[in-house]
């Protein structure tokens, strides 16, 4: 069973750029989860997909994050413009969202540094 | 959101020996499901153990145990037997029954000391 996909692995930008991170769930996955991991510190939910609809953006930084879930499947993570305390791992996550024997399984993330 | 809150920002363990990372989490809900997870150097995050909140007996998984007080909120990691290859950040973690929301801890760094 193929895991969670995401790309790029490393992404370097100066700040005001525009960026954006994929990530291709498990298939037949209905959950599909952003998180922001700073140095040090543990994941923070920045929004939780159940298909292609909206579960938690409460933790979305809306004025500069948007992202999108199309079909279902596949997601994206834009950050417009990147601020310097962006820098951090984007890891994406995926459940089959049955509520039953429920688990997260992740992809290898990406690491971003806002210079 | 929900708060997870790891108190132990950093341990060690001799190889071998027993270490047990404390976990307590805040949640009105009756019914949820709570983790371990393991995050290596790689930042590859790998699931070491799961426990639903509705069970009353403590989950393991080979040299892995917990410790679940669910009156305390409480729910801690126990690992035998310490391995080199246990060295890796440990993630105290809740998910919520039915939207599966899912909120992580502030991590412990274990050190596992040959």
């Known amino acids: 069973e193929a895991g969670v996909a995401q790309s790029p692995r490393y992404k370097i930008i100066e700040k005001r750029q525009s960026v954006a991170f994929w990530c291709n769930p498990i298939s037949g996955h209905a959950t599909l989860y952003w998180y922001q991991q700073i140095l040090g510190q543990g994941p923070k939910l920045l929004i939780q997909f159940q298909n292609n609809g909206v579960v938690d953006d409460s933790q979305l930084p809306k004025d500069r994050f948007s992202a999108e879930r199309l079909k279902g499947v596949d997601s994206t993570l834009k950050i417009q413009p990147a601020k310097l305390e962006d820098s951090a791992v984007y890891l994406c996550?995926?459940?089959?969202?049955?509520?039953?024997?429920?688990?997260?399984?992740f992809g290898s993330g990406t690491q971003l540094s806002v210079l | 959101a929900q708060t997870v809150t790891q108190s132990q920002p950093e341990m060690s363990v001799q190889e071998a020996e027993t270490v047990t990372l404390s976990c307590t989490y805040d949640?009105?809900?009756?019914?949820?499901?709570l983790f371990w997870y393991k995050q290596p150097p790689s930042r590859q995050m790998i699931l070491v153990i799961r426990?639903?909140?509705?069970?009353?007996q403590n989950a393991t998984e080979n040299r892995f145990s917990v410790n679940f007080q669910k009156a305390a909120k409480s729910f801690s990691l126990k690992i035998s037997d310490s391995q080199l290859g246990d060295t890796a950040m440990y993630f105290c973690a809740f998910m919520k029954h039915v939207s599966n929301q899912f909120y992580f801890g502030t991590g412990t760094s274990l050190t596992v000391i040959p």
């Open positions: 426990q639903e909140a509705y069970k009353q």
């Open positions: 996550a995926s459940s089959r969202g049955t509520s039953t024997n429920e688990k997260l399984f």
């Open positions: 949640t009105s809900e009756s019914n949820y499901y």
